[in-house]
């Protein structure tokens, strides 16, 4: 089977922009959860999708979103860039709906500028 | 609030040489605990997942077990290629994983 896939790997923008990443997640697997990690806060939880529907959202604010297709891929977007954001995203999916493991993508790499 | 805490943040070993690396957490009720790797520039790669006390996996040099407070996961005669951050987590589902900042692992041959 294949893995999480996440696109782009690398990506430049600069303050103000707005920015969409992709990921698709293993075949089969319903739920698909994003993460921002940093070298100063880790990793942490930005949102999970199940069945094209948000159940649940990190500490962040609206800035982020994301949303997920009947298809189980998912997207996430950033508008309005800070600095700050700049960061390795990350993409998991899980089977289905209750504490399964999830499953990590490569990641996309942000860098605002 | 979930937390997860992992300790030491960094450990050098030679290799051949055992150890252990601790993750502590607080729950409000365990839904599941996770152990990954994670090589620079990469996602974290799945190791093991844990759900009651008491309970062990294995997985080549690696062994993971969990109390009701704790989890170790013990790393007998490590290898070089065995150097990595490994990540702890818990929680799972739509409330999302929290993860700890991670044990830095580098085994000198």
């Known amino acids: 089977k294949a893995g999480v896939t996440q696109t782009p790997r690398y990506l430049i923008k600069t303050r103000g922009q707005q920015v969409t990443l992709s990921c698709s997640p293993i075949?089969?697997?319903?739920?698909v959860s994003w993460y921002q990690q940093t070298p100063g806060q880790g990793l942490q939880f930005l949102f999970e999708y199940f069945s094209e529907t948000q159940r649940n959202k990190g500490n962040f604010p609206g800035r982020f979103s994301g949303r997920q297709f009947s298809n189980s891929r998912s997207e996430m977007n950033v508008s309005t860039l800070e600095l700050g954001d700049s960061a390795l995203y990350l993409c998991?999916?899980?089977?289905?709906?209750?504490?399964?493991?999830?499953?990590f993508g490569p990641g996309t790499r942000l860098l605002v500028l | 609030e979930d937390q997860v805490t992992q300790s030491p943040e960094a450990l050098r070993l030679q290799e051949g040489e055992s150890s252990s690396l601790n993750c502590s957490y607080t729950v409000s009720g365990l839904r599941g605990l996770f152990w990954y790797r994670q090589d620079p520039g990469k996602g974290p790669e799945f190791l093991f997942t844990l759900y009651s006390a008491g309970e062990e996996k294995e997985k080549e040099r690696l062994k993971a077990t969990l109390t009701k407070k704790e989890s170790f996961l013990h790393i007998t005669a490590p290898k070089p290629e065995d150097s990595a951050t490994y990540l702890c987590?818990?929680?799972?589902?739509?409330?999302?994983?929290?993860f700890g900042k991670g044990t830095h692992l580098i085994i000198q041959p």
């Open positions: 987590a818990v929680g799972g589902g739509a409330d999302g994983l929290t």
């Open positions: 998991a999916s899980s089977p289905g709906q209750h504490q399964e493991t999830q499953y």
């Open positions: 075949s089969g697997h319903r739920s």
